[in-house]
């Protein structure tokens, strides 16, 4: 069987880990180091390789979820991971400077996966700012001409992960090739 | 001896149909056969079946038929007579039996003249009032006030909210009340208990849920069936999530030249009330735009090139086993 990914990216801080652990049925494999950056104001370690966890299916096929480290500096394992990969989920944290910005950074690294497969974004962390509306998050996605989905979400809740998961499947069968 | 034909019946459906025709006999209070579509008392329309039924509608009804719609789920549609897929003995028999005992009254089959506006008078199809979404659609007062028992529902049109009283049922089952059964009053004061009330929330979720429940598979008179529909954005999650065909119509209404409801039918097996029901509401929260195709040349013949092309055979299997082990 061929190994099935999705990939979830994101600023740091957004909740890939978290959102990895909410779903995955086994304990995530993380490659957390302490954070020596601006960020240890916010977290004390961050991702610097990748998370993994999975998800079985009914004939025993795995799903892999493999989390990306944030920061723009451990970009070529960006480029690592997304091989093969199904789709990709863009975790974007509200609480942060310039969320939109942060957006399009992903957008732009992703650019040719997402051409090849889907997208959805999952818009975290709104209980500490409204702002930006989804309105504006949207606007930044015209340019791809298809609408990919931009939905809240609690990454810590199970149900809000298989919906990010369930629109992208939705996407790539029925909006992509 | 009455007859009965069919429309849009799958051929294992039509077989089906006309072997228990066949077998039922005596235990029809009348004597029923099957024949083709055109001149028979009944007709049983497979309402899943859109493309059939809008064909219908535009060439093929006539008022003297008794319309018996046909469906996989239970469908709220102001019909007379409905039966549930698959066919089943007893229930036809019980329909064809309502069907004989009715009074045929002076317009029988053999005197009724074809008339021009021959869907004013379908009656699953039409009726005076027209169905809940296109009244919302078109309302022009600054409340709508929907009540059914003790609950009532006000709709502040100009100001996008509504308020509830006596909240006893949650909104959507609210809306599945029949229609019979659902006064619905336009006006331009709030009414009796209305008044300075501050619990006032976004009308999205009502008008979302008034098109999905309350269109009786029609789509509204401002949307043009030959259009291509597409969504600016995608449904709130808490409206679509407990559904993969709301899930699905999203994907699909988010391609870069929209979708027709060919494309629709082609691509996935959702019925077609569900569709018709996702679009009116998506017209009627705002998010739907629509692109009319008979204005441009060869749109009808040709696919959009910049759309991708359908998901590959071998993934549909790995997308559906992919959600049943999510299973929202």
Redesign the interface.
């Known amino acids: 069987m061929s190994e099935i990914k999705l990939i979830i990216t994101g600023t740091p801080g957004a909740g890939k880990t978290t959102a990895i652990a909410a779903i995955s049925e086994t304990p995530p494999v993380r490659t957390d180091t302490a954070t020596t950056d601006d960020l240890a104001e916010v977290k004390d370690v961050t991702t610097v390789a990748m998370d993994f966890g999975e998800l079985t299916l009914d004939d025993g096929q795995k799903v892999f979820l493999y989390g990306t480290p944030g920061q723009q500096r451990f970009e070529f394992m960006w480029k690592i991971l997304v091989q093969g990969g199904l789709g990709l989920i863009i975790l974007v944290d509200c609480s942060r400077p310039d969320p939109l910005a942060d957006l399009d950074m992903y957008l732009e690294n992703f650019a040719d996966f997402i051409h090849q497969t889907g997208v959805v974004v999952g818009v975290t962390r709104r209980d500490q700012s409204a702002t930006p509306s989804l309105d504006e998050f949207y606007e930044r996605l015209e340019a791809w001409g298809r609408v990919f989905p931009v939905f809240e979400v609690d990454v810590r809740q199970k149900d809000d992960v298989s919906l990010m998961i369930s629109a992208l499947i939705s996407t790539l069968e029925f909006a992509t090739a | 001896m009455r007859t009965i034909s069919s429309v849009g019946l799958s051929q294992k459906d039509e077989n089906v149909l006309k072997a228990l025709l066949d077998l039922l006999g005596a235990r029809t209070r009348e004597a029923w056969h099957y024949a083709p579509a055109g001149t028979t008392d009944a007709v049983i329309l497979d309402t899943d079946n859109r493309d059939a039924l809008a064909q219908w509608l535009a060439h093929g009804h006539d008022r003297t038929l008794t319309p018996i719609a046909y469906a996989s789920a239970p469908i709220d549609l102001p019909v007379e007579h409905r039966l549930t897929k698959p066919f089943r003995a007893a229930d036809l028999i019980a329909v064809l039996n309502t069907i004989s005992s009715r009074d045929t009254g002076p317009e029988s089959a053999e005197t009724a003249e074809p008339r021009e506006d021959a869907e004013a008078d379908i009656p699953f199809l039409s009726g005076a009032i027209p169905p809940l979404a296109q009244q919302v659609a078109e309302c022009r007062t600054r409340y709508l006030r929907l009540s059914s028992a003790r609950q009532t529902v006000l709709l502040d049109c100009a100001n996008k909210r509504f308020a509830m009283k006596h909240p006893e049922l949650p909104l959507r089952e609210f809306l599945r009340t029949a229609p019979d059964q659902l006064d619905v009053v336009a006006c331009d004061q709030p009414g009796a208990g209305f008044e300075g009330i501050d619990s006032w929330q976004s009308d999205t979720p009502l008008r979302w849920w008034i098109g999905v429940e309350c269109s009786s598979a029609r789509l509204l008179r401002s949307l043009d069936s030959s259009s291509r529909f597409?969504?600016?954005?995608?449904p709130e999650?808490g409206l679509i999530?407990h559904s993969?065909h709301y899930?699905?119509l999203?994907?699909?209404?988010?391609?870069?030249s929209g979708v027709t409801l060919a494309e629709i039918a082609s691509?996935?097996s959702i019925a077609a009330d569900v569709v018709t029901g996702f679009i009116n509401a998506a017209s009627l929260t705002g998010i739907l735009t629509t692109r009319t195709v008979k204005n441009e040349p060869g749109a009808v013949l040709a696919p959009p090139a910049?759309d991708?092309?359908?998901?590959?055979p071998v993934?549909?299997g790995?997308?559906a086993?992919?959600?049943?082990?999510?299973?929202?």
């Open positions: 597409k969504i600016l954005r995608w999650p999530k993969q899930l699905s999203s994907a699909l209404l988010s391609r870069k691509a996935s910049a991708p092309a359908p998901a590959a993934n549909k790995l997308f086993r992919i959600r049943a082990r999510l299973t929202l």
